[in-house]
Every structure is written in structure tokens, then in C-alpha cells.
């Protein structure tokens, strides 16, 4: 195997390949560090004739139990050369070196390895190595989120050694009843697969498993090899075959004709089916098999959080958001609808609004889903399948028929969804321009802003609800909201993950304050690697979001303002002095105040057209009084009420007016609950 096939630098003798006495196998002799990046660089993947890299980049923080093995590896196969350059961002066909990127918290660099697998379609993922003790245990948010979303990201943490020639060791857990124990282990229940590398040439069997789980449509997820610090740096004899380029086929899996042909039944018989498409649709690139779908079934579609833009806002039968924060037009017709077609959904309580959306216990499900777990949810048919493989034969077999929903029905769902766009606009309006904006008025103006060419990125706090019942996607990639897990921290990171996955895009993260304050570090990093990712940052004082719900189950939003504390010791004095624009500029981002409707919309513009990272810091007009019992005049401020229940259990037994109030509501709700087998 010559120098080029191995990666290694050219002003560096290849290592030598050796027959060994008694076989034909070839060896060459590399650490396991070294070897486990040079098998890393030749695995790519492939679906629908298109290939691509698998691995497009390392993330790492170094410390004593990364730097001397895989650090050093990264430098040998050409981390620090190939990964960056002025202006030049990381791409995912980088050669046959490992491209290496830094960053400043050990969770940001798992979420930006899942922003960019997201936006990469699943076919090309990020590594991320850290040291032992809390920089392998930073890791486990970041795990969690991409296992909940489906997502790969391969984790490649420090462990102590495995020779133990010191017990124990700097930043080691000793656990009494079991040596073999470390902190790693918290690894295991987030991860699809997980391995302790303890030998080097464990690591072979182990490295496949892992890329045969990161490729795997229905296992995908997070994948940890920890990796020994003495393993790392051991050499070995490996074989050449080891370091071959694979192709890793991302497989569609068709419809079992039996499955197939009892959801064809279901739908023929339905008279007012509703799709509700997910993230499944997204991640099997079926965004435009669903259009057809739709357009020629009259079906409506409605859309979780993974699956908002899967069909543009303006197509006929998009019926936006469903659930807890669905649109009106969709959650009534889930209430109405005698069958329900889940498309790679796995039919969370945000989709079923804790249980009560559908509340006809006649109601059937088909699920076409690529996992059978999730197929069989909700009691429904099953249709285990690839989405676009399973739409394409539904269509095929309802297009033999001339399958087609009632004219009526469609007229109906037509009138409702152009009534609900009538509600966007007004939720969108900012005549004042000297007034502060609202949340919904910022959506506003970068809705007026944007083309299908810009990707909005959200997790926490109350943006999620206006997002999915409000904003108009253009474009299956532009919506990306992380609700999986709706973790606080992953805007910015996930944004410079999807700048790198797609370099020519307008790429915004959107924040609370709250958020902001989790997770700003990687703000160097998209200074660092000149990524021009547009920060928004809306401040509201303090935990917003939860304060409302706070509010609503008796909590009377104790805890969720950012103020001094009061002489009694509450938190209701001054708002706390922070000025997160300033925090952002000291980062090395350019940043931009915005306190008015005027100077959002010109601040808004200014970040756009940047070739440089922006933060725009937007002061916010503190938001209408809550609407309760009924819907909202058009007229009214704001974003449109909850259009169904989510469950957040109420205290039962409380002294407090609120509380006492609160409870009773919560049990009128729940009694409306239908639980399904």
C-alpha cells in the first residue's frame, strides 16, 4: 500500500507493508490511533448512485487522554493541513486526510456533528474525539440528541488504560464492585452501538460495527468506540485489506406486498384520511415523491417538527404543523379524520397532543415507517419500508385505482388553510417601525427576507411553537428545528454544522437569551473558521417560554426571570445588567442592535449579505396576555393560541390559588385522553 492510499503526508515515508512469515497477508505496521483515522478516510457511502464520504471531519479537544494518540494521528493524516484554510470551509470529499476541527465545549462539537448530518441527508457524518473524565462525559447531552433525532455522529472518547499500570489514574472513576467500569459507560443507553476498544486489533471488528450502525437507516445514531489512552497509542501489525476502500450502500427498503396491500384497503376506504409526514420523509430525501403523492390523492398533509417543509407552505394539500403546536386546519382535521397515514413519524406527544388528538376510538392508523418499532405504534397497519420506496407503491397501487379524496373534502381543507394563513399575516404584521418587535414580528421580517435558499435553525424555548404553526417553509431543507430532544445550547454549534454541510446557504440560528447563555462558546469557532452563520439572538430577561407554562400549571413562573432578588429573597427586583451583544463582540462576532422594527429589518438585512459571522441582538417587546377558553380575534397581537393539549402534570395537592385552579383544568384535559393499544 503506497504512501497516498494511507494518507500520510508526503514529506513522510509511507509505513512499510510487510508480508509475514506463514501467509500471504500483508501488514502494515500503525498505532491504533493512526489506523482507526486512515480506515475512517476510506469509508464512504452511496444511495441512489450518489457517493460520498463518510466521515467529513474530526472535532476535537485534546487533553492526556486523546493528544499522544489520536491528536497525533489527526496531525500525521493531515488534520491540520486539509481541514481548513482562509475562507475555505471543510468539505466532505476533503481526499484521503482526516480534516480536523476545534472546538471550545466537548456537547457543542456532538451538535455540530448533527447539525451537519442533518443537513447532510444522513450520508456523511462528523467524529468527535475528546480526552478521558469530563471531557468524555461533556459528550452524553450531545449522544442523546443524535440517537433521539436518528442522526449519525461517531464519538471517539479517551478511556483510561487499559493495562493499568497506575490504578487509578488522573480524572478516573473508581467503582468498587467493577473494575472494568468507567465513565464511559454513561455512553452506552444513548448509543446505537457502543465498544471499549481494550486490544488494538479489537478495534477492527469494532470499526465495522460502527460504520455499519452509522449507515444503517434503522439503527443510526450515535456511535462511541471508547479508545483506551495506552491502546491508542499501542502499534500493530494490521492487515492491508483493513484499510480498503468501502462503499457503504444506504439501502430503501420496499414494502412487504401484504403490509402493502392492507394500507392500500385502508386508504381506498378512508373519507377523510390525513398524512401527518415526519422526519423519515426528510432523511429518505422524499420530499418530492410526497408532493406527487398528495397531488394526486387530494390527501392532506400535515407536518411534525421533523417533518415541517417537507412540502412547500403554498402546496395545495400542506396543511402545516400538527399537535400541541399544529395549526388550527391541521389539528382539527386529525380530530375528524377516520384514518390517519404516519409517514416516518415516531408519533410523539407534541404530534398526538399528549394522547388527545384523535379522539374517535374508530380512528385507524397505517404508519409507513423504515422501522418496525415505530410502524406499529398508534395499533396501526404496518408498512415497514423506506419512505419514498413505500409512497412510490402506494401511489403505483391507488393510481391503478384513480384513488382521490372526496372533492368536498379537499374544498373544506382548502378554505380552512387559506383562514389560517390570514392568521400568519396578521401574527407577521410590523406597521410600527419605530416600535419594539414582538417574537412573531421577527419571524415576520425574516420571512419577508429569506428565499428557499436559507436554513432557520431552532431547539428550545417558545420559538419552536410560533415556528411550526407559523413559518412558511420554502424548501425541504430550510426548516431545522431539533424537537427531538429540544435541547437548549444546540442553535449555534448545529449551525456552524450545517454551514459546513452546506457552504453557499444563508444559515440562521435562532436564540433566546436563555439558550444564548447555555452554550456561546462555538461563536469562536465560526470566527475561527470564517463560517458567516447569522446569530439571532432575542432577549426577553429570562427563561420566557417556561415561564408561560409556568404560569398555566400553577407555577405562578417562579424561577424563569433574570432579576436581582427582592429584600424577601424572591427574584422580582432589577433585571440582571447583561448585554449578550457585548458578550458576542468579545467572542470576535460582529454584533448588532436592533431595538426597533426599523433597525431589526435593516440589522436582519446587514447579517444576510455578511461574509462574516453576525450576531443581531433584538431588545423584545414584552409579549400579549395570554388568550384563554377561546380562539384569538385576527387582530390581536401575537402568535395564535395552543390548538391542543400537551400534558405537564399539575401538582394534585397545592395550597396556592393557582395551583388549585391549574389542577382543575389539567383534569377536564386528561379525561379527554384515548389511549391506544
Given at each position: 500500500m503506497d504512501q497516498g492510499d494511507l494518507g500520510h503526508p508526503g514529506d513522510r515515508p509511507p509505513a512499510p507493508a510487510v508480508r509475514r512469515p506463514g501467509g500471504p497477508q500483508v501488514t502494515v505496521r500503525l498505532t491504533t490511533a493512526h489506523a482507526l483515522i486512515a480506515f475512517l478516510a476510506r469509508q464512504y457511502t452511496e444511495r441512489d448512485g450518489a457517493r460520498q464520504r463518510l466521515i467529513g471531519a474530526t472535532w476535537g479537544i485534546f487533553g492526556h487522554g486523546n493528544v499522544a494518540g489520536i491528536g497525533q494521528a489527526l496531525l500525521e493524516y493531515g488534520g491540520s493541513e486539509d481541514a481548513k484554510g482562509p475562507g475555505s470551509p471543510v468539505t466532505?470529499?476533503?481526499?484521503?486526510?482526516?480534516?480536523?476541527?476545534?472546538?471550545?465545549?466537548?456537547?457543542?462539537?456532538?451538535?455540530?456533528?448533527?447539525?451537519?448530518?442533518?443537513?447532510?441527508?444522513?450520508?456523511?457524518?462528523?467524529?468527535?474525539?475528546?480526552s478521558i473524565g469530563p471531557g468524555a462525559t461533556n459528550?452524553?447531552?450531545?449522544?442523546?440528541?443524535?440517537?433521539?433525532?436518528?442522526?449519525?455522529?461517531?464519538?471517539?472518547?479517551?478511556?483510561?488504560?487499559?493495562?493499568?499500570?497506575?490504578?487509578?489514574v488522573l480524572q478516573q472513576l473508581e467503582v468498587p464492585h467493577a473494575g472494568d467500569v468507567s465513565v464511559n459507560d454513561c455512553l452506552r443507553p444513548v448509543s446505537r452501538y457502543f465498544d471499549r476498544i481494550t486490544r488494538p486489533e479489537a478495534l477492527i471488528p469494532a470499526a465495522l460495527q460502527a460504520v455499519r450502525t452509522l449507515t444503517d437507516p434503522v439503527s443510526t445514531g450515535a456511535v462511541t468506540l471508547a479508545l483506551p489512552q495506552d491502546v491508542q497509542a499501542?502499534?500493530?501489525?494490521?492487515?492491508?485489506?483493513?484499510f480498503a476502500e468501502r462503499v457503504w450502500h444506504v439501502r430503501r427498503p420496499a414494502p412487504d406486498p401484504y403490509?402493502?396491500?392492507?394500507?392500500?384497503?385502508?386508504?381506498?376506504?378512508?373519507?377523510?384520511?390525513?398524512?401527518?409526514?415526519?422526519?423519515?420523509?426528510?432523511?429518505s430525501?422524499?420530499?418530492?415523491?410526497?408532493?406527487?403523492?398528495?397531488?394526486?390523492?387530494?390527501?392532506?398533509?400535515?407536518?411534525?417538527?421533523?417533518?415541517?417543509?417537507?412540502?412547500?407552505?403554498?402546496?395545495?394539500?400542506?396543511?402545516?404543523?400538527?399537535?400541541?403546536?399544529?395549526?388550527a386546519t391541521a389539528d382539527e382535521l386529525a380530530r375528524e379524520a377516520d384514518l390517519v397515514i404516519g409517514v416516518g413519524t415516531r408519533w410523539t406527544d407534541f404530534s398526538t397532543a399528549s394522547a388527545t388528538l384523535f379522539p374517535d376510538p374508530a380512528t385507524r392508523f397505517v404508519n409507513l415507517n423504515?422501522?418496525?418499532?415505530?410502524?406499529?405504534?398508534?395499533?396501526?397497519?404496518?408498512?415497514?419500508?423506506?419512505?419514498?420506496?413505500?409512497?412510490?407503491?402506494?401511489?403505483?397501487?391507488?393510481?391503478?385505482?384513480?384513488h382521490r379524496v372526496d372533492p368536498g373534502y379537499q374544498r373544506s381543507y382548502t378554505e380552512g388553510k387559506a383562514r389560517w394563513e390570514a392568521r400568519v399575516d396578521a401574527a407577521f404584521a410590523a406597521p410600527d417601525p419605530e416600535a419594539a418587535p414582538t417574537q412573531t414580528q421577527?419571524?415576520?421580517?425574516?420571512?419577508?427576507?429569506?428565499?428557499?435558499?436559507?436554513?432557520?435553525?431552532?431547539?428550545?424555548?417558545?420559538?419552536?411553537?410560533?415556528?411550526?404553526?407559523?413559518?412558511?417553509?420554502?424548501?425541504?431543507?430550510?426548516?431545522?428545528?431539533?424537537?427531538?430532544?429540544?435541547?437548549?445550547?444546540?442553535?449555534?454549534?448545529?449551525?456552524?454544522?450545517?454551514?459546513?454541510?452546506?457552504?453557499?446557504?444563508?444559515?440562521?440560528?435562532?436564540?433566546?437569551?436563555?439558550?444564548?447563555?447555555?452554550?456561546?462558546?462555538?461563536?469562536?469557532?465560526?470566527?475561527?473558521?470564517?463560517?458567516?452563520?447569522?446569530?439571532?439572538?432575542?432577549?426577553?430577561?429570562?427563561?420566557?417560554?417556561?415561564?408561560?407554562l409556568s404560569a398555566a400549571v400553577g407555577g405562578e413562573r417562579f424561577g424563569t426571570d433574570y432579576r436581582h432578588r427582592d429584600p424577601g429573597g424572591a427574584f422580582t427586583g432589577d433585571p440582571l445588567p447583561l448585554d449578550l451583544a457585548a458578550n458576542a463582540a468579545?467572542?470576535?462576532?460582529?454584533?448588532?442592535?436592533?431595538?426597533?422594527?426599523?433597525?431589526?429589518?435593516?440589522?436582519?438585512?446587514?447579517?444576510?449579505?455578511?461574509?462574516?459571522?453576525?450576531?443581531?441582538?433584538?431588545?423584545?417587546?414584552?409579549?400579549?396576555?395570554?388568550?384563554?377558553?377561546?380562539?384569538?380575534?385576527?387582530?390581536?397581537?401575537?402568535?395564535?393560541?395552543?390548538?391542543?393539549?400537551w400534558d405537564v402534570p399539575v401538582a394534585e395537592t397545592a395550597t396556592r390559588p393557582a395551583a388549585v385552579e391549574a389542577r382543575e383544568v389539567y383534569d377536564r384535559r386528561r379525561a379527554t385522553r384515548h389511549r391506544r393499544l
Open positions: 466532505r470529499d476533503a481526499g484521503s486526510g482526516m480534516p480536523f476541527l476545534q472546538g471550545r465545549n466537548e456537547q457543542a462539537m456532538v451538535h455540530a456533528a448533527v447539525g451537519y448530518a442533518r443537513q447532510s441527508g444522513r450520508l456523511s457524518a462528523h467524529a468527535v474525539t475528546t459528550l452524553v447531552t450531545g449522544a442523546a440528541l443524535a440517537t433521539v433525532n436518528h442522526l449519525p455522529v461517531l464519538l471517539l472518547p479517551g478511556d483510561t488504560f487499559a493495562s493499568r499500570p497506575a490504578d487509578p499501542e502499534a500493530y501489525d494490521w492487515p492491508e485489506e483493513f403490509e402493502l396491500d392492507r394500507a392500500v384497503r385502508a386508504v381506498r376506504a378512508a373519507r377523510r384520511p390525513l398524512l401527518v409526514a415526519g422526519g423519515g420523509v426528510r432523511h430525501a422524499a420530499e418530492e415523491t410526497l408532493a406527487a403523492f398528495a397531488a394526486a390523492t387530494g390527501i392532506p398533509v400535515a407536518t411534525t417538527q421533523a417533518g415541517k417543509g417537507t412540502l412547500r407552505h403554498d402546496h395545495p394539500q400542506d396543511v402545516g404543523g400538527i399537535g400541541h403546536t399544529g395549526t423504515v422501522t418496525g418499532f415505530d410502524a406499529h405504534k398508534q395499533a396501526a397497519l404496518p408498512l415497514v419500508a423506506d419512505a419514498r420506496a413505500g409512497l412510490e407503491a402506494l401511489a403505483a397501487a391507488l393510481g391503478a385505482h384513480g421577527v419571524l415576520g421580517l425574516l420571512d419577508a427576507l429569506v428565499t428557499e435558499d436559507d436554513v432557520l435553525i431552532n431547539a428550545a424555548g417558545s420559538l419552536p411553537g410560533d415556528l411550526h404553526q407559523l413559518w412558511r417553509a420554502r424548501s425541504p431543507r430550510q426548516y431545522h428545528v431539533e424537537y427531538g430532544y429540544s435541547c437548549m445550547g444546540y442553535e449555534i454549534p448545529a449551525a456552524i454544522g450545517v454551514q459546513l454541510a452546506a457552504p453557499g446557504r444563508p444559515v440562521w440560528a435562532l436564540v433566546g437569551d436563555g439558550t444564548y447563555l447555555m452554550n456561546p462558546t462555538e461563536i469562536v469557532t465560526a470566527v475561527q473558521e470564517r463560517l458567516p452563520v447569522k446569530l439571532v439572538v432575542l432577549d426577553n430577561h429570562g427563561y420566557a417560554s417556561i415561564g408561560g468579545s467572542l470576535g462576532m460582529r454584533s448588532l442592535r436592533a431595538r426597533t422594527v426599523g433597525e431589526l429589518r435593516a440589522a436582519l438585512a446587514e447579517a444576510r449579505a455578511a461574509d462574516h459571522p453576525v450576531c443581531v441582538h433584538v431588545a423584545l417587546a414584552p409579549p400579549p396576555s395570554a388568550h384563554h377558553g377561546g380562539p384569538v380575534p385576527d387582530h390581536v397581537p401575537g402568535p395564535p393560541p395552543a390548538q391542543a393539549w
